[in-house]
């Protein structure tokens, strides 16, 4: 599954970088699936953990382009990409907590935030 959000994850950028628009990736998961499904990875959520994954890179760049590391760390994102920008399983926290040792990392929804911002 690695490889493959991997790959996608790197397809959508290049797609959004040019601004095509992705309406769908991965399957629709039904029934017959499970009884066809010959090889490969899947998963219901795929588009989901593909943009948690892009997330996770806009954060850690963010994160990068810091003089210092403070102990707390606070982004405001665009409310509805809030679990998006948390990851699947609070993965995206716990990563960034891991790499850069933040004892809090806050990610704020705002209803007007277009795109991901640092405050501290």
Same mark, same amino acid.
């Given at each position: %599954? !690695? #490889?493959?959000?991997?790959?996608? =994850?790197?397809?959508?950028?290049?797609? /959004?970088? *040019?601004?095509?628009?992705?309406?769908?990736?991965?399957?629709?998961?039904?029934?017959?699936?499970?009884?066809?499904?010959?090889? !490969?990875?899947?998963?219901?959520?795929? #588009?989901? $953990?593909?943009?948690?994954?892009?997330?996770?890179?806009? %954060?850690? @760049?963010?994160?990068?382009?810091?003089?210092? %590391?403070?102990? =707390?760390?606070? *982004? #405001?994102?665009?409310?509805?990409? $809030?679990?998006?920008?948390? !990851?699947?399983?609070?993965?995206?926290? #716990?990563?960034?907590?891991?790499?850069?040792? *933040? /004892? @809090?990392?806050?990610?704020?929804?705002?209803?007007?935030?277009?795109?991901? @911002? $640092?405050?501290?």
């Amino acid at each position: %599954m !690695g #490889r493959t959000l991997d790959a996608l =994850k790197h397809a959508l950028a290049l797609f /959004n970088q *040019f601004n095509i628009p992705v309406i769908r990736i991965g399957v629709q998961p039904d029934r017959s699936l499970e009884e066809n499904l010959v090889a !490969g990875p899947f998963h219901p959520s795929l #588009r989901y $953990l593909v943009d948690c994954q892009l997330s996770l890179d806009s %954060m850690v @760049e963010k994160i990068l382009s810091l003089n210092r %590391m403070p102990n =707390k760390i606070l *982004f #405001r994102v665009p409310r509805n990409s $809030l679990s998006v920008y948390t !990851g699947n399983k609070r993965e995206n926290i #716990r990563y960034i907590q891991d790499r850069f040792g *933040f /004892n @809090e990392v806050f990610l704020v929804g705002e209803e007007l935030c277009r795109e991901i @911002e $640092l405050v501290a």
